[in-house]
């Protein structure tokens, strides 16, 4: 009686300590029951952002004098994004990197529909360039809304929709996710012939990813995919990607659809970055840009700039190189004002004084053509 009753209570305790896993495993894997439900809103984004993915394709024209035969050859491509509609057809968005070159331009979408495209416009300052089309989307292709990329936070949740691979092997509207590794990053790799900050991200991006759609958890275009960094030196990197912040190429895009150029403000006048001490010395100058030619009646003429004088501040920002200038300059607008502190060290013969000048300089800047 005594031995049944113990094996009754050993039986006991060992249900109750089941069911305490099983409680401790359900809490433990409860959190995966929020990934995998509704709340999810990747599938739903995918399914309404894919189809206004392009895959555009770049080709070049040829001619073969011996043979009498023209030729179009397909070249190379990558992703774009549909980001507005027109009368006629609509514009796509994608990276200047991805047309360079090109003569004839052709998308792909979802469905297997392909159009001719024209190329509007590029910026190679910020990598950007709009083709346009002219012809209905397909069924399902609505443009892309814009969001706002200064609003995006470190650990957000982004996606990223694009065509990497190439020809017969391009994974076409190949959607991956991951979060914002890092903003404001200086990663330029020479994509850009302007200062860019850009968004660092772990969603995988690749080769023909170029000119896709990075989205915030609200399926708005928050950025574009332009470049990964693969390795350096001897150390290779995963899930680094970069994305060109829709907030800096908004009004360029506008520019180019409204006119096909990019108008920014110019001082006149050619500058390089040298490098030195922080604060001028005596016979030193200090890092900094330097006036290397100043153009006749440009901006900084008018304003007293000459050839040698060192710029290291602008509108109250310390600059050390050309992209650290170009950042106050394409904040401005043309008739506006840069505030330049600059050093002085050569006459206008271009010879050094033995001493320096602390000077500032209010330059009304112009439109550069």
Not at 132 to 151: C, K, R, T, V
Not at 322 to 348: A, H, N, Q
Request: proline residues 5%; contains cysteine; glycine residues 10%.
């Amino acid at each position: 009686m005594k031995k049944s009753v113990r094996f009754a209570r050993m039986l006991c305790a060992l249900l109750v300590l089941a069911l305490a896993a099983s409680m401790a495993l359900a809490e433990e894997t409860a959190t995966y029951d929020v990934v995998y439900s509704a709340s999810n809103p990747i599938p739903e984004i995918a399914a309404n952002v894919r189809p206004s993915v392009v895959e555009v394709l770049v080709s070049v024209e040829s001619w073969n004098a011996a043979t009498r035969e023209a030729s179009v050859d397909l070249t190379g491509g990558g992703s774009g994004c549909y980001i507005q509609s027109c009368e006629s057809g609509g514009y796509i968005l994608t990276n200047y990197h991805v047309v360079e070159g090109g003569d004839v331009f052709t998308i792909k979408w979802l469905d297997d529909t392909e159009m001719d495209c024209k190329l509007l416009g590029y910026d190679d300052g910020t990598d950007i360039a709009v083709l346009m089309f002219s012809e209905p989307a397909p069924e399902g292709a609505l443009p892309i809304p814009m969001g706002d990329s200064d609003a995006l936070q470190i650990g957000e949740l982004v996606i990223a929709i694009g065509n990497p691979g190439s020809g017969s092997e391009t994974l076409f509207g190949t959607v991956t996710a991951g979060i914002v590794s890092g903003l404001e990053r200086e990663a330029n790799a020479n994509n850009f012939t302007r200062s860019v900050s850009v968004i660092q991200t772990d969603a995988a991006i690749n080769t023909g990813n170029s000119g896709g759609a990075l989205l915030n958890a609200k399926g708005q275009l928050v950025g574009i995919p332009t470049l990964k960094y693969m390795y350096s030196y001897d150390v290779v990197f995963e899930g680094l990607g970069f994305c060109i912040p829709i907030n800096t190429i908004k009004d360029y895009i506008s520019q180019i659809i409204e006119t096909g150029v990019v108008v920014r403000p110019r001082m006149g006048m050619t500058v390089a970055a040298v490098d030195g001490p922080d604060e001028p010395m005596k016979n030193y100058p200090p890092a900094g840009v330097q006036v290397y030619e100043v153009e006749k009646g440009g901006p900084a003429e008018d304003a007293g700039l000459q050839a040698g004088d060192i710029i290291t501040e602008a509108n109250g920002k310390r600059v050390y190189t050309f992209p650290d200038l170009t950042v106050e300059i394409d904040k401005s607008e043309v008739g506006d004002s840069i505030e330049l502190k600059v050093y002085r060290y050569y006459d206008k013969n271009g010879n050094l004084t033995g001493s320096y000048e602390e000077l500032y300089f209010s330059v009304k800047l112009e439109m550069l053509d």
